[in-house]
């Protein structure tokens, strides 16, 4: 009887502690899933996993960014859940009090936050390098070291001057750790959209390829400082063009000389032998000059029906043009600018 008693008691202590520690444990296997982890009483922040990066990566940077609180919790669950085995590159965004569930299950998605990039205002390939991956994971010199192969610009269907004709000026959205080769096929796709059967068809009207519209942009866009000016300047040169004259537009003599400091065109800069010299080689250089904008481009496209055949900037400096059909009212305004660059001591 005694030993009966003695069996129901062990039998109830046992129920008790499993209960109690099964109790404990789903408190604390809950406390893993759902109690926040992350940045607890803090702010968002970005958690950056580079190329290559393997779990234990994962792990010191979470700790070393001050991400988690529990890293013992978080590479518990990341391997119950198998992360561990699927660790994916990228910029993720974690916000203040996440918890570990939803963190894993972004990061074995691959849900990144998209990286916005922008591009304008450039003269050079290194300059549009630089603001391209200037917050990307990727650096400029492997943007460009793809840029510059000599197989690039042909598999594209440019040569290594007209190229960069490829690359429109906007903003655009990728992922923090697109690879150069996948950025520059993504460009393609932006310039294949861009010049969609509206422009392509005002392009035509011209007699002229999407190529050496943006040329005639890129030297339109380096020639005024003003944009509601760029639809005047462009018939202009479209006019030039039409008559087989030189285009002569000072720009192209700058970028032939190389020396992007020069404030006033000389004579001895017209002597440059450079396909870029647009005093000594008739019709447009073999490449733009910059990167020219959308505005730019479309003013070629959409530019002003006119007569005029001369211009020359504006005495008072505004950054506007005296525009002109005859060579003599030419050099009255080109006199007048010359008095003034004169009196403002600009003698290069």
């Not at 994971?137 to 510059?148: D, M, N, S």
């Not at 866009?221 to 063009?241: C, D, F, I, M």
């Not at 800069?269 to 479309?298: E, R």
């Not at 506007?320 to 010359?338: E, G, M, V």
């Amino acid at each position: 009887m005694q030993f009966e008693m003695d069996k129901r008691k062990i039998f109830v202590l046992i129920m008790v502690v499993v209960t109690v520690l099964l109790s404990s444990f789903t408190f604390y296997f809950y406390q893993v899933l759902y109690a926040p982890n992350f940045l607890v009483e803090k702010s968002d922040k970005y958690l950056f996993i580079p190329t290559g990066s393997d779990f234990p990566d994962v792990q010191k940077i979470v700790y070393d960014e001050g991400l988690v609180n529990n890293a013992v919790a978080f590479g518990m669950l990341a391997k119950f859940m198998k992360y561990d085995e699927l660790v994916k590159p990228g910029k993720y965004l974690i916000k203040k009090n996440e918890t570990n569930l939803k963190v894993i299950q972004k990061l074995r998605a691959g849900n990144q936050e998209p990286v916005r990039i922008t591009f304008n205002n450039a003269r050079l390939i290194e300059d549009v390098a630089e603001k391209l991956t200037a917050n990307l994971e990727i650096g400029p010199k492997q943007f460009l070291k793809i840029v510059k192969d000599s197989l690039f610009a042909t598999s594209y269907g440019f040569d290594q001057e007209t190229y960069r004709c490829m690359f429109i000026p906007n903003t655009y959205e990728v992922y923090w750790d697109i690879s150069a080769e996948k950025l520059i096929e993504r460009l393609h796709k932006e310039y294949q959209r861009f010049w969609n059967e509206a422009r392509l068809a005002k392009a035509k009207a011209l007699g002229m390829d999407p190529v050496q519209v943006t040329v005639l942009a890129s030297i339109v866009q380096a020639e005024t400082a003003h944009n509601n000016e760029s639809p005047k300047v462009a018939g202009l040169y479209l006019n030039r063009l039409r008559r087989n004259m030189l285009l002569q537009a000072d720009p192209t003599l700058v970028y032939a000389s190389g020396d992007f400091t020069i404030k006033r065109v000389l004579n001895i800069h017209k002597d440059v032998d450079s396909p870029y010299n647009t005093y000594k080689y008739l019709g447009l250089p073999p490449g733009p000059i910059n990167f020219p904008s959308i505005i730019s481009i479309d003013a070629v496209l959409n530019h002003e029906e006119h007569n005029f055949i001369y211009m020359c900037a504006k005495e008072d400096f505004s950054g506007y043009h005296n525009f002109s059909a005859s060579l003599r009212q030419h050099n009255n305004n080109a006199r007048k600018y010359q008095q003034a660059l004169n009196k403002a001591k600009l003698f290069k």
